[in-house]
């Protein structure tokens, strides 16, 4: 049988996506869903663009954009980059791009430039980067670039009384739309987990690859997941965005 599996932010750490590769026994029959930000944080970051070009011509894959991603892209296609991106690892990215053929590079924007702002199945699951804010749902966002930056949909489901039925009128429409909602962007390691995070109908997988946490693949039916080690123990000599 055919799994749908997540995947949280990978963050430039391609053995982290290597090892949840081998934990998880992922196969040809798999359909693979990536909630994006692929780059900065650890040194690997083209590496890890190349690893998921490859997967494609392999693979049933559909990949979100991350915000990450987005600004790298800008870089990669303009040379204009933030302060704020740069402290943050975007640094240490531009560094290892200045050493990938141009060639190469263009085969980067092109992928860049193809991911999804989010994507809806059949089974009414959403999966998207950070979130969407209009009340009627993705189809009706006015600010796509809420898609891979807004945080207040966690927050929100993060400080939901959990006693609140959907039909009363304090619940929050947006976790009425949706089966379920799968996202990454803000790590629960803030709120001292390594494990996908459970609140309202909203999975949070992305379990701190960036920082000090592991890399998470998990299940969307069962819910069963897998984990890299700890991605800073894989790269001993770097401090990632910690």
């Not at 750490?13 to 090892?19: D, H, N, V």
């Not at 998880?24 to 994006?36: C, P, R, W």
Request: charged residues 25%; negative net charge.
């Amino acid at each position: 049988m055919s799994r749908t599996l997540v995947f949280g932010d990978i963050h430039g750490a391609r053995k982290a996506l290597e090892q949840v590769f081998e934990r998880a026994a992922i196969t040809e029959n798999d359909n693979l869903i990536f909630l994006g930000d692929y780059v900065d944080g650890w040194g690997e970051s083209p590496e890890v663009i190349d690893f998921l070009i490859a997967l494609k011509q392999k693979y049933r894959c559909i990949f979100m954009r991350g915000n990450h991603d987005d600004l790298l892209l800008a870089w990669l296609k303009t040379g204009e980059y933030t302060e704020q991106w740069f402290t943050h690892g975007g640094q240490l990215t531009t560094e290892k791009y200045s050493m990938v053929p141009e060639e190469k590079k263009q085969l980067h924007i092109l992928f860049l430039e193809s991911l999804e702002d989010y994507y809806l199945d059949d089974h009414n699951r959403l999966f998207v980067h950070a979130g969407f804010t209009n009340l009627n749902g993705v189809k009706h966002e006015y600010f796509t670039r809420m898609f891979y930056w807004e945080r207040t949909l966690w927050e929100t489901a993060l400080a939901l009384d959990k006693n609140l039925g959907h039909n009363h009128p304090l619940y929050p429409k947006r976790f009425t739309l949706y089966h379920e909602i799968f996202i990454g962007h803000t790590p629960v390691t803030r709120i001292g987990e390594t494990v996908p995070v459970n609140r309202a109908n909203v999975w949070n997988v992305d379990t701190g690859a960036a920082f000090k946490g592991p890399l998470t693949v998990m299940d969307a039916d069962t819910k069963e997941f897998w984990q890299s080690d700890s991605v800073y123990t894989l790269y001993p000599e770097e401090s990632g965005r910690n």
